[in-house]
Each structure stands twice: as C-alpha cells, then as structure tokens.
C-alpha cells in the first residue's frame, strides 16, 4: 500500500475534481524522517522513477539551456507513456506533484522560448491533478504551450480540457471577449473525439460553445449514425430554440450520406415541408421514394408531389397513391388472414358474461336501448376494418330482416351511432363502405342520415381520394333545417379531411360559425371540425372565425358543457405550435370570465403538446394547486395539458405519472375526475401494470364522475392490445356496476376499446419508435377527453358519437414487410423489447428477449422489430407499418 497523502482512490483525476490547494503545496524540506519512511514504501522501480523525476525537476531549472531541454524532453516522455489509461493516478504525475508549485514559479521567470512552451505544455498535464478547482490552469497552459498533437497526452487529459473549455467561454461570452484560440482548440478535440468513437463527448463541447456546425465536416460514414442519435435523443432535453437546431444538423449529417428515410423523419418533426421536397428530389431510387411515402402517410399527412420531385406521370401517381393510403386496408386484412383472426365478433363474445356470477348474466338479456347503443359502439370497435360483423353488415336472409333490424333496436339519436358504426366497420375500405351506407341516405329518419352522413366521414378519415367522395357527398347537407344532421355532414368533414387544411372545407364551414340563427351544438362541432381540418396549421382565417362565434355567446350559453369545444377547435390549429399561439392567447384574455380561464389552459395545453416542455407541466401543476370553492371548469384541461405536454418522453411520462397521483390524493372532485383521463393519455395502448392498478383502484371511486372516467381510461390504456388483466377487471366491474346504466355503459365503451380492431389496433399518437407524433392521431384523441371531461352532458347525452373520435387515432400496430413490387413477403424478423443503446460503446444490441416470428407481424407498445436475415434490405431504418424490402446483392445461400 501507498500511504501518500494523494488520491489513492484516483476520483479527483477521473472526474477531474482535484482537491483543493492546501495538500499540494511543496512538502517542507524539515521532516526527513518523515520522507524517508515513505519512501521505504515504494518499490525499487517506483523509488528509482521518483528521484529520476525529482533530478529532471532540478535540470529543468538549471542555466544551462541544452540540460533544460534534456530534462523537460525526458519528463515529457515519462509522462506521456504512462498517460494513455487512466485507470489510476499515472505515477510519473503522483510523483512530479510536489514539484507543481516550484515548476510554475520558474516558469514565470522564464524568457520566451521553445523551453518555455514545453514546459507549458507539461504544467498543463500536471494541472490535471493539481490546480484548484475553478482556477482552469490546465487550459491557461495549454494556450501558452506549443500546438502539437492534443490526443498524444491521453483521453482524460482531452476531456479534462473539454470542460474547462466550456467554463472559460461563457466567461468570455458574457465578458464580450474574443474566444478564436478556443474554437481553434475545440476543432482539434472534436476531432481527437471523433476519431476515438466519443461523439456524444464532440457534440457537448460543440454545444457548449455554440458551435455545433463544425460536426458536419467531422462526421464520416463511419460514425455518422451514431452522432446523429445522440443529437436527435438529446434535441428532446433542450430548450427551444436549440432543440431545432441542432435536429437540422442532425437532418444535414444524414442528407450528406444520403440516410434518406431518417433525414425524412426529422424534417417531419421539424414539420418543415421544404426539407421533404429536397428529400424527394435528391434521392433518385424510386423504390427509395415509394418507402418515404409510406412514411408520410403514417404520419397522416397530405402531401402533392410535383414534377420535380418524379418526373414521370406514372410513377409520381403511383407515389401518390402510397401517400394517399389507399392500400392500408388491404395490408391490414393481409394481417387478420394471417393471424386468422377475419371471423366477425359479436359484443357477446366480448362481454364474455358466462364467466360472471348470475346476476348480471340476468341482467344482460334484458333489451335496453342504452344497452343495445353500448353493443353498437363495441361491435363497432371490435370489428373496426373487418368489413363484417355480426349485427351491421348481415344479410337479410340470414336473420329476420338483417341489419334494419339492430338498427332500429335503438332510439332516436342511437340510430345515428349505429348507422355510424357501418362506416367503421369498413374503416379505410372506401368503396365498400360508401356502397354500404347508401342505403341510409334515403331514410326518412334524420337520425339515421345523419348517422350515414358521418360514417361515410369514417370510412375517409386518413384516406385521401381524388375524386374526393366525402365532400360531395357531405356537402349538400351542411345547410339542411334539422341541427343533427347538420352535426353528422360537419363531422364527418372533420374527420374526413382531417390535417389536410382544404380550403374548401374552409370556405364551406366558417359561414356557419358566424350564423346567429345556428344552434350551439352545430357551431361546437364546426369548431371541432375546423380545428381537424387546420390541426396544427397556426390558420389566422379559422382562428378569427372561432374567436368571433366565442365573443358572441350569451351568458346561459357559456354556462353549457358544449360551449367549451369552441376553445378546444381553436387550440387545436396551434397543436404542438409552441410560441405561435401567443397572439391568440392574449386575445383570449378578453374573453367573458367564465371561459376565459377554460381557453387560456386550453390553448396552452394544445401549442406545447408533445414538447415536454418541463415548465409548462410546472404552470398546468400550479393551475391545479389552487383551491376554490365552486369547482372551476379550467382545471380540467389544465390536468390534460400535463398529459399532453409529457408524454413527448419516458422520462418525463414517468414523472407526470407521479405527480398525477399527487394530484389525485389532494385535488377537488373537478381535478380528480381529470386525472385519470391524464393517465389514459399518457399510457394509450400501453397498459403499465401500476397505471392500471392505480384506474382500477379510481373505478370504485364513491364519485361516479371518476369512476366514470376511470373506467374509460381503463380501456384507452389497454386500447388494442386485448390485454388479458384489464379484460378481467372490466368484466368484474361489469358485474358490480349491473344496476347502474351510466357507468355500465362506460365498462361496455371500455370493453369495446381493449378489443378495438381484434388486438390489431393501437391508438398511440407517437409512431417511428416514438420519434414522431401524428397530430391528427393526438387531435382526435384530445376531442375525445375533453368530452369525457363532462361524460353526462355530452358522452351519456345524445352526443355520443363523440366516442367515433378515436377513429382519427387508429392504426394497424404490425409491421408488414412488401417486395419491390409492393407485394406481401413474409420473411423472418426478431421482435422484442427496444433498448436505449444512444451513446453506448461498440455495436450494442438495439433489442432484449426477442422472439423470431415471420411477417406480418403485430408490435406491442416498446417493441422493435430487426430482420432475422441478410437475404434482403429494409429501406427504412425503423421496421414498422410498411416496410420495402430489397434483395441484398452481396447475399450468398449457405451451402
């Protein structure tokens, strides 16, 4: 052992922490005794390199110049060789530290020379260890010294330097002084960096000092992939403007090597629409192009390509015809053949009453028509896409009187869900479902026209079509007498043509919002229809048309549940728009007290949707800490904003979690009721086992209201998945909550949701290993929890078709691989759960316990999927949706 008084445990040098300046003063020449027993300690070769150095010391002092050189040559070697690990403190700088004080005061008696700039160079390896903290003596030597090599003294050595590069330039950012010999510096360690597999190292010293366009000319193909990850992962962390910034280097680092497919995704979150066409028209391959636009049309947009980006009129209409998801119905049956899952449900099958005790198995057989809504909306779900099922789409000879029959099992404006529920039956197979619904238009009952009206918005919603069916069909009905219809021809535009900001559907909605003689719900979903339509468009015409119906509402109107979608429509055009709702939220401030609050939270919560923005979470916390004594509305959407704004990230979802039980042990009824709703939207189709035990514990609430939206949210977590334990606790509560209709239509809703589209579905808004978020996806969904903020007046009212709302979020959760000519093709493909591997050494594995299956495959919620084979390539680097593959050329069969 070493009894030195040094850092045995080597920390100081690792962390470059050194200790303060007390115990590193020169010893005292008076305790020889003291000296000698320590060096009784030392080994004879270690005993032998301290009075080797100890000798240099005295040399690099001595008069005579070829002696200095000599001795400082020889140090330099010592400390150079031992240098390159720094697993310990290297000896020749344990042994060299009570000779720092001596060697800097020479110095300063030194004369210009080359000596002194070596001997500088070697104060700036010592001041590793040595200088106090803060003093930044190891970089002040370094600009004194000479410039050789900065890698040749070891790693710690550059990274020691890295951080006191970062302190000295914002001393001399906010000293307004010139930084050249820094950046000078910085270039040669981002390149030591870069060459040694430290990006993440390079990209913080170059975001230190807000240099970050260097990388650019530092990455190669070697190491271009994963600078990119890390800066795309640490974009998420930054403050705005930064975040952006650096994702454009990220987009100009993959451009320049041509990774089309991720540049793509990065200028779709930057929602910059010039990076996509330069995407387009500096990528030759037209297998290449058709892989992007399967990527657009996952993320929902509506995209025209011009001659510019494909020359030929074949290829650019079959481009089109991918964006345009025309062949997503097909894909997704080609997945229920191959799970076998085509065969139609019934809601029975679903409710499984049978494994109940008898009671409410009793109470199920009774004919309600609360009940038979609830069946409407469950068979709806479960068979979403199928095509059949067991109650809509039979044929009359089969049952008596076929299909008339159920729908007329229910009442009034139950009819209108139900002839609805056709249009999601056929979801995204548009000619079938408009053929399907034709019969309807010729009804003599307005319920069920305007049920047909908004199911042929179904069948359309994230199908784009030429000849644009749903706004010839839906737009002779806009101006009719009866408001439901009107209601059923407004939505179904909305869902329609969702993100696809038409100015048509602009000119044909906005008139109605200033109409004095239209009723309040017809404006309420017009609102809700245009904010669709312009999600996330910043639109001023839209949001004038909104602002002006608001300022004309009387008092008793502001009063109403429905009132409060006005603010949500106009929230929703600056839908993860951060700054740019600014304006209007301070137009807002005008409005009539009792909305005025509602409207502010709401804007907020809609423009940092998807941020994770951390104080905008602090601000919706403070909203919900205030204590009134009449509920107020605005805390609802304030505790959905903490929802909307972190589920951007893991990390900040978990702790939202957290925070959301806070709430729940301390908030009123008003925040209560929100909170599960919150719950639901962080955890969509992903069922965490403490979220659902938390929702299954609010389900027996005593307050129905959060019992109610417990419930829901107990489904929307679960949404999709079948998720075998969430089933269990919604039949058990189908069995407690027999007598009480409202919250068993609830369980019913949330029965439908678990088992949406056979397990095939998901609701998640985040796609491309949750990188990107679809904002018609996120639109659709928040509709729908602000509904259920008031589930009596609006969900258990007659407006219950708000549930259809959901549509707008559905998607297939499978990965189907296609060849080159877009045909099916099953190949073999590892699925498990992902693994953060950014900034990690090597090749690490991107997936745990995976399980080899053949495609098409489902993925659950975490999962990510890589080829089993070398036979062929993916042109995307994330496998999920649709995914080309082409056939490796250098693939050789193994004999």
């Not at 000798?55 to 008069?63: I, N, T």
């Not at 089109?320 to 997704?332: F, V």
């Not at 409207?599 to 204590?627: E, I, P, R, W």
């Amino acid at each position: 052992m070493d009894p030195e008084p040094t850092n045995n445990n080597n920390t100081a040098s690792a962390s470059g922490n050194p200790k303060d300046e007390s115990n590193l003063k020169p010893p005292s020449k008076d305790p020889k005794k003291k000296d000698d027993k320590k060096d009784e300690d030392l080994s004879e070769e270690d005993l032998a390199l301290k009075q080797q150095l100890e000798l240099y010391v005295e040399r690099a002092q001595d008069a005579d110049q070829g002696l200095q050189k000599v001795a400082l040559e020889s140090m330099r070697q010592e400390i150079r060789t031992s240098t390159s690990s720094m697993t310990s403190v290297p000896k020749p700088l344990k042994f060299l530290r009570p000779h720092y004080g001596t060697l800097k005061a020479y110095y300063d008696t030194m004369p210009d020379s080359d000596l002194k700039k070596l001997l500088a160079d070697i104060l700036s390896v010592l001041a590793l260890t040595m200088s106090a903290e803060g003093d930044r003596e190891s970089l002040k030597y370094r600009l004194l010294g000479s410039e050789g090599d900065i890698g040749s003294w070891g790693h710690e050595y550059v990274r020691n330097l890295a951080g006191e590069i970062a302190q000295e330039y914002s001393k001399r950012v906010n000293e307004e002084a010139n930084v050249d010999d820094l950046i000078e510096l910085v270039e040669q360690i981002v390149a030591f960096h870069m060459k040694h597999n430290a990006e993440p190292e390079a990209v913080d010293l170059l975001m230190e000092v807000e240099f970050l366009d260097l990388l650019v000319k530092h990455v190669d193909k070697t190491n271009y992939k994963r600078t990119c990850l890390y800066l795309t992962s640490s974009a998420r962390y930054l403050p705005g403007p930064d975040d952006m910034s650096v994702l454009d280097i990220a987009y100009t680092i993959y451009k320049k090597f041509e990774e089309f497919p991720s540049a793509l995704q990065i200028a779709l979150y930057l929602d910059n629409m010039q990076h996509v066409k330069e995407i387009f028209t500096s990528c030759p391959d037209l297998l290449r192009k058709k892989q992007f636009c399967y990527i657009l049309a996952r993320q929902g947009l509506s995209f025209e390509l011009d001659e510019e980006m494909c020359a030929d009129d074949e290829d650019r209409e079959a481009l089109q015809e991918i964006i345009n998801n025309t062949k997503l119905s097909e894909g997704y049956l080609t997945l229920a053949r191959d799970i076998e899952v085509m065969e139609p449900k019934s809601p029975e099958d679903i409710y499984k009453a049978h494994l109940l005790d008898g009671r409410a198995s009793a109470g199920a057989s009774v004919d309600s028509a609360r009940q038979n809504l609830a069946a409407t909306f469950v068979n709806a779900f479960v068979n979403a896409g199928f095509g059949q099922d067991k109650l809509m789409t039979v044929t009359s000879e089969a049952s008596s009187g076929g299909s008339s029959n159920w729908l007329f099992k229910n009442k009034d404006h139950g009819k209108a869900s139900a002839a609805a529920s056709l249009g999601m039956i056929d979801l995204w197979d548009v000619d079938t479902g408009l053929a399907q619904l034709d019969k309807y238009f010729h009804s003599n009952d307005n319920h069920v026209i305007a049920g047909a009206l908004l199911g042929v918005g179904i069948v359309n919603c994230g199908i784009k079509n030429d000849c644009d069916p749903a706004l010839a069909l839906l737009a002779d009905y806009l101006d009719k007498e009866d408001s439901f219809v009107r209601i059923g021809a407004i939505t179904g535009l909305g869902f329609a043509y969702a993100g696809t900001q038409n100015e048509q559907i602009r000119d044909k909605l906005t008139p109605i919002l200033g109409d004095p003689k239209a009723p309040l719900d017809v404006i309420a979903f017009t609102a809700i229809a245009l904010g669709l339509v312009y999600v996330g468009s910043c639109n001023e015409e839209v949001a004038q048309a909104i602002i002006f119906a608001l300022m004309d509402r009387s008092e008793s109107d502001l009063g109403e549940p429905l009132t409060r979608l006005l603010p949500l429509g106009l929230g929703l055009l600056y839908l993860g728009k951060q700054d740019s709702v600014e304006a209007t939220a301070e137009v807002s401030k005008t409005f009539n007290e009792k909305i005025r609050k509602y409207c502010d939270m709401t804007l907020m919560s809609c423009a940092y949707a998807g941020t994770g923005n951390v104080l905008k979470v602090q601000h919706f916390l403070g909203q919900c800490a205030q204590h009134f004594e009449k509920g107020e509305t605005f805390q609802g959407p304030a505790v959905l904003g903490i929802a909307m704004v972190a589920m951007a990230e893991e990390l900040g979802l978990d702790m939202a979690i957290r925070s959301l039980e806070h709430l729940l042990q301390y908030g009123e009824q008003n925040i209560r009721k929100a909170v599960p709703l919150a719950l639901g939207l962080l955890c969509i189709s992903n069922p965490k086992v403490h979220v659902m035990d938390t929702l299954s514990r609010l389900s027996h609430d005593a307050d129905t209201e959060v019992a109610m939206a417990a419930v829901i949210s107990l489904g929307l977590i679960g949404a999709g998945t079948n998720n075998a334990r969430i089933a269990g606790m919604l039949r058990n509560l189908s069995s407690y909550y027999y007598k009480e209709a409202n919250l068993l239509f609830c369980v019913r809703i949330a029965q439908g949701f678990v088992h949406m589209g056979k397990g095939l579905m998901t609701l998640a808004p985040y796609h491309s290993e949750r990188f990107l978020l679809s904002p018609t996806a996120l639109a659709g969904l928040v509709v729908l929890l602000h509904a259920s903020l008031d589930m009596k007046a609006i969900i258990l009212g007659k407006y219950h078709y708000v549930l259809y709302f959901v549509v707008l979020a559905m998607q297939p959760r499978m990965l189907l691989t296609v060849d080159e000519n877009l045909k099916p093709l099953s190949v073999p493909v590892r699925v498990g759960q992902a693994v953060d591997v950014v900034g990690q050494a090597g090749r690490p594995k991107t997936i745990t316990g995976f399980q080899t299956h053949s495609t098409p495959v489902l993925l659950a919620a975490g999962d990510r999927a890589e080829l089993a084979t070398e036979k062929y390539l993916p042109l995307s680097p994330i496998l999920e949706g649709f995914v080309i593959l082409k056939e490796n050329p250098d693939y050789r069969e193994e004999a």
